[in-house]
């Protein structure tokens, strides 16, 4: 829900200013124009939770045990210790994520064409060293997807219910690659 900054009582706006205000304030909050009807192809709440995600104009997320989204996979030693990125910030076609403790930060560029949607990750911080780290997007939806991997680090897991995204080791960057993998979802 989007409020508008009160207006002084001294200020009379017409109704059509109000409109023009209000189309101002949501394009600069939401990045998408208001007239082209759009939504953004995927929604977070503020804990970092994905509770959105568009493909071809209709949603495809449905509710699950477990929580969607982008989580960092740990190897602590003795097991894998999975962190869910709790700082989601949304610009335009960048996902900005920052995990509990402030580390690891990630970049995500976001694009859609034909169809689909694709997710290139394009910044790395504080990641740990290592083959035994890896990152996470999960989703469950409504609809089969089918996910196709951009890069030799990228592996995916779709059962008819669900996409699991793992960018293994993420902090090495394929040969000839400007990012560090991406995805493309479409159904």
Do not use: C
Request: proline share 6%; hydrophobic share 45%; charged share 20%.
């Amino acid at each position: 829900m989007i409020t508008l900054p009160s207006i002084g009582s001294s200020l009379h706006f017409r109704p059509f200013a109000r409109f023009i205000l209000a189309a101002v304030s949501i394009t600069a909050f939401t990045g998408h124009p208001l007239l082209a009807n759009e939504e953004p192809p995927m929604q977070f709440l503020a804990n970092g939770t994905l509770v959105g995600l568009r493909l071809g104009g209709r949603s495809v997320l449905r509710e699950a045990d477990k929580p969607n989204g982008f989580f960092a996979q740990l190897f602590t030693g003795v097991s894998v210790k999975e962190i869910q990125f709790q700082t989601v910030t949304v610009e335009k076609d960048r996902i900005f994520l920052v995990a509990p403790n402030g580390f690891p930060r990630l970049e995500f560029s976001v694009s859609e064409a034909g169809g689909k949607l694709i997710l290139a990750l394009v910044r790395v911080e504080g990641m740990p060293l290592g083959k035994d780290s890896s990152l996470m997007f999960r989703a469950a939806t409504s609809v089969p997807l089918i996910a196709e991997p951009g890069g030799a680090n990228v592996e995916v897991e779709s059962d008819g219910k669900g996409i699991r995204v793992y960018w293994i080791s993420p902090i090495h960057r394929a040969d000839g690659l400007k990012n560090f993998g991406s995805v493309s979802l479409h159904q």
